[in-house]
């Protein structure tokens, strides 16, 4: 153990995903997930947001605001929010309503964080592969090396394959993504336009919604390229979320395109929050062994036709040097990155990529076969991260533009 001096660190936060592990149950695991959130609040993070994933195994967190109502309710101070409602199968309006709703019961707790999914190109077009290639997140270089943050290079994900186009439309149909989306852009202006009480068509027509004006949400945009969600975020003036735990080869890139882009608005300085995945246990041996699966299920949303496994048992799985190389190759890049370890390591590593990306906050997010090595993970986090910080319970917000804006590594081990 090295004596390090107390500084003071970003606010620390949580995304959840509600784990359903091996021979588990989706509904153990949406019950498990509120009785985290509870004791996330006690521990001091600042703010929980659940993903929205469909008809995968492992995920059961499929509806953010119902977990975010159902959390509100049973805590006092943390933050609750989206990460994210998807606006491929959400339209802005009916996101904005059901988290207008939750605000009105618990005013200036809740965060609404918007984001898009892939879309699969036409089949058989001949500018298909220049579709994929813009909606592709990107990284300017890479792997490297900036000031002792690993960035690896992009997966070899290929979008132009017919299988995995197929598989992707396949459980659009089934989750049933009807709609077309508008520009990114318009669909953020119609849920802030709703809040302000402002909001016209084209024909000049005013929509009032009353759940939503006036709403005490905050907004967000989750973003994983330095692609339109960073710019669009950034002209706004809104705060992003970018996606280190998904997308680690284009983190640096998104953030520089956001701070590119921002002029003031409904913020009036840029705020990012920069997301990774974490795994702490008492000793780096036990936290090695506890990752063991993560490959494996990596692998699975990568190529498995059903997105994300069962999360599977560390003694159940490949070793990483046992592998095929293309199997490797796939995931390095999220493997690789991961923050595995001890807590002293962990909380080194972090400081890392909040000093190299300029975080105004961390997201951390944890996948372990048994929830009580995620919940340990968490708290063991918690106790390290906060000892250098004076106020654990104020949640630092970003700060709003005007009076009516609500606004609240080493490698890891394989």
Do not use: C
């Amino acid at each position: 153990m090295t004596d390090r001096p107390a500084v003071p660190r970003v606010p620390l936060s949580v995304l959840e995903l509600a784990i359903v592990p091996e021979g588990g149950s989706g509904a153990d695991a949406v019950r498990r997930t509120v009785d985290l959130a509870v004791e996330l609040d006690r521990l001091g993070y600042a703010r929980v947001w659940f993903a929205e994933h469909h008809l995968a195994a492992g995920v059961a967190s499929a509806s953010p605001a119902v977990l975010a109502a159902a959390v509100a309710a049973r805590t006092e101070r943390i933050r609750v929010g989206s990460g994210a409602v998807l606006l491929s199968t959400t339209s802005p309006l009916i996101a904005a309503e059901q988290f207008g709703t939750i605000a009105a019961l618990h005013p200036d707790r809740v965060d609404l964080g918007l984001g898009r999914a892939f879309t699969p190109p036409p089949a058989a077009a001949d500018d298909a592969p220049v579709q994929v290639r813009a909606s592709t997140p990107r990284p300017s270089t890479g792997p490297r090396v900036v000031d002792g943050l690993y960035v690896p290079g992009a997966p070899p994900v290929d979008f132009t394959d017919s299988a995995l186009r197929e598989r992707l439309l396949a459980h659009k149909r089934v989750v049933g993504a009807s709609r077309t989306p508008s520009s990114f852009r318009d669909e953020l202006e119609l849920v802030l336009g709703l809040r302000a009480g402002t909001y016209r068509d084209a024909d000049g027509h005013l929509y009032p919604s009353p759940p939503v004006e006036g709403a005490s949400w905050e907004p967000w945009v989750l973003a994983s390229s330095a692609g339109e969600s960073a710019r669009v975020a950034g002209e706004l003036g809104l705060p992003v979320a970018a996606n280190f735990h998904v997308s680690p080869a284009t983190t640096l890139d998104t953030i520089a395109a956001y701070r590119a882009a921002f002029r003031p608005g409904v913020l009036a300085e840029p705020y990012v929050i920069v997301s990774a995945d974490v795994l702490v246990a008492d000793t780096a041996q036990r936290a090695r062994d506890l990752a063991r699966p993560f490959a494996d299920w990596v692998l699975s949303i990568r190529t498995g036709s059903d997105g994300a496994i069962a999360y599977p048992q560390p003694s159940g799985v490949a070793s990483w040097e046992d592998r095929p190389q293309a199997e490797r190759d796939l995931v390095a890049d999220r493997v690789d990155t991961r923050i595995v370890g001890d807590p002293e390591t962990v909380v080194a590593r972090l400081e890392t990529l909040q000093r190299v990306t300029g975080a105004d906050e961390l997201l951390v997010t944890t996948e372990a076969h048994d929830p009580a090595d995620a919940r340990r993970s968490f708290e063991l986090l918690a106790q390290h991260w906060f000892a250098a910080t004076t106020a654990t319970a104020d949640v630092t917000t970003p700060t709003s533009a005007t009076p009516t804006a609500s606004t609240g590594l080493e490698l890891a081990a394989r």
